[in-house]
């Protein structure tokens, strides 16, 4: 990796963050980062943008009360830009969360870093695109970096943080080390993977989840059951490989290889993804609205953030305000 301008500042000095593009994602950032403490700046081309972002921090915000605020931390410091130019003008961190568009995200990274101060670092939010292939274009593609969120990003803890073939290493350790001051929970990958880590183990079941619903196999609301009422309550606190491992009982990962590992051949799953044609794209959609039982898009939210402070605060990973 090339090395590129360093950071205007260090992560610990970091005070104000532009997030481009407010949608869920953006919009979860901010609500973050407000919480965390920071001055926020945030762009997004759409007419309505600023009234959806301000509603959704606002929805956002009675959970973060509950888990906590960063001394000084306040909605009303969050500014709405005119421009991108004057999002990042006097940004020290700059999180962009376009839509999942490689060309858009090729173009917008290029503009980002050509009206950001140099040696700022710029992280995406993309969930699968490897940053080599969004950095193509940008003329200071070395501050360039992934930091991928998982939804909510303002109550879900996790943030992959990887580098492409142009980016400097010392972004990547800068972004890391920031987002742990954030109050995320850092993992630092040493190599691009499309999907990087959680993506594609929340895909493979995904796939998975579709084909039982697309062949009549089971229905969206038992899918969901056999994962909050099964694994899911595992997987809060222990991942999937050490959650195995205690499978094989005293004698741990290798006894559970050698006793179960034949049946991983045995063809239960299908890797491939289903077609999604109509008939599969309306059964998952009547599911959902089932399983939903009447409530609001606003009242699921509600419940789910929480269920998650619930979680979080039950396996005592409640981070402390920074």
Known sequence: MPETTPAPCAPEDVRRIACIGAGVIGGGWVAHFLARGYDVTAWDPAADAEDKLRRLVAAAWPAL????????????RLTIAPTLAEAVAHADFVQESAPEK??????????????????VVIASSTSGYPMTDMQ???????????GHPFNPPYLIPLVEVVGGEQTDREAVTWASRFYDLAGKSVITMDRELPGFIANRLQEALWREAL??????????????????EGPGLRWAFMGPCLTFALAGGEGGM???????????????????????DRELRDAMVDGCREAAGGRTYAELVAARDQGVIDVLRATGRLGSTR
Do not use: C, Y
């Open 254 to 276: 290798a006894h559970m290889l050698d006793h179960f590992g034949p049946s991983l051949k045995s063809p239960w799953t299908r890797l491939e993804a289903p077609e999604l």
């Open 136 to 146: 193509t274009a940008a003329e200071d593609a070395g501050r360039l970096v992934v």
């Open 65 to 76: 009360e509950r888990i906590g605020l960063a001394e000084g931390a306040a909605q009303d």
């Open 211 to 228: 084909h039982m619903v697309a062949n009549g196999e089971a229905s969206v609301e038992d899918i969901d059951a056999s994962i909050t």
């Open 102 to 119: 490689l060309e858009l995200k090729r173009s917008l990274l290029a503009e980002l870093a050509a009206a950001t101060r140099p040696g």
